[in-house]
């Protein structure tokens, strides 16, 4: 890492969207809100800037990043489009969904965006602070999720400062994130599969494709973010499938269950998960050795839910 930067905290409005668009321009990284997760953003053209996204992080370079835009016509720009890229588009864009696409050639971004990858991931966000921001700049911005590598996702700017704080430009406020877990990733380069479970139930996309969609197995080879078996990791140790809380346990509870936090006392999985990481956050924060999470049940998406679970709880380097 270099010398420590001031990172500034911005405002969610017209000078707050200008000043971070100026800061893009600059090379420089600032951290946004999405309806998933806070994004950490730079210039996806600019090779140092998109270095410095790895460098912030601490993130493996072969770890490709998600491009976000401000709309279906930029998409096109940058990968090769197609008719199930342009159904799920209208679908589910702006949202919670990232497709990966072929790279179009000549398409100038970076290549570490793609760590040399022939595909892209691509989404058009729907966070109106995010919309703000990526119309100030008018470009495509690189951004993955604004903490330091295989950590806790930041659902806050509170959680973007705890972990980034000197390391980048600026973070722009804009309150907690409704959805709480990063986008569903949909592989169509090669007929569609699921790379990541996220906030776009897979049920909804096989619905919109009239087809199921298989699931990408556990010994393919790396082809979009979100695919390290242990990511999204408190410092605290986590246990899955907790029927009660072993002494020096935090219980994350999900359901009608006493429980130290409960993701959602009345078992409603979107409540759950826009509650995970921030709680997260939470129980870690008061240092305890290990976390017990309560079942969560796998349909819709729990499945994503499950999954940042298992792989908080995966064994780590």
Not at 8 to 24: E, N, R, V
Not at 148 to 163: D, F, L, N, W
Not at 273 to 295: C, K, M, W
Request: hydrophobic share 45%; proline share 9%.
């Amino acid at each position: 890492m270099g010398l420590p930067v001031h990172t500034k905290i911005l405002s969610a409005d017209a000078p707050g969207f200008a000043a971070a668009a100026a800061i893009l321009r600059d090379g420089d990284l600032v951290a946004f809100p999405t309806e998933t997760v806070y994004g950490l953003g730079g210039d996806a053209r600019n090779d140092m800037a998109v270095a410095r996204i790895f460098e912030a992080k601490g993130r493996p370079h072969f770890n490709p990043l998600i491009v976000h835009v401000n709309s279906v016509d930029m998409a096109r720009n940058f990968v090769e489009w197609t008719d199930e890229a342009d159904i799920l588009a209208q679908a589910f864009w702006p949202g919670p969904l990232t497709l990966v696409l072929p790279l179009k050639a000549n398409s100038e971004l970076s290549p570490l965006v793609t760590a040399e990858l022939p595909t892209l991931a691509i989404r058009v966000p729907a966070h109106p602070v995010a919309q703000a921001l990526l119309a100030a700049f008018d470009g495509p911005v690189a951004a993955p999720s604004a903490n330091p590598s295989g950590r806790i996702s930041p659902t806050t700017a509170e959680h973007v400062r705890s972990g980034l704080s000197g390391r980048i430009a600026a973070i722009l406020d804009g309150g907690r994130c409704a959805v709480g877990l990063e986008s569903t990733i949909l592989g169509l380069a090669d007929g569609p599969k699921l790379l990541r479970p996220g906030g776009l139930p897979a049920e909804a996309i096989e619905a919109a494709l009239h087809g199921p969609v298989p699931v990408r197995g556990s010994d393919d080879p790396l082809s979009s973010p979100g695919q390290l078996a242990s990511h999204y990791a408190p410092d605290a140790q986590v246990r899955l499938n907790a029927r009660n809380k072993r002494e020096g346990e935090v219980l994350l509870g999900f359901g009608p269950v006493e429980a130290d936090l409960n993701l959602s006392p009345a078992g409603d999985l979107t409540e759950a998960a826009a509650n995970l990481f921030r709680y997260l956050h939470q129980l870690d924060s008061e240092g305890r050795g290990t976390i017990a999470v309560s079942p969560v049940p796998d349909h819709g998406i729990g499945r994503a839910i499950n999954d940042r679970l298992r792989r908080a709880a995966a064994p780590r380097d």
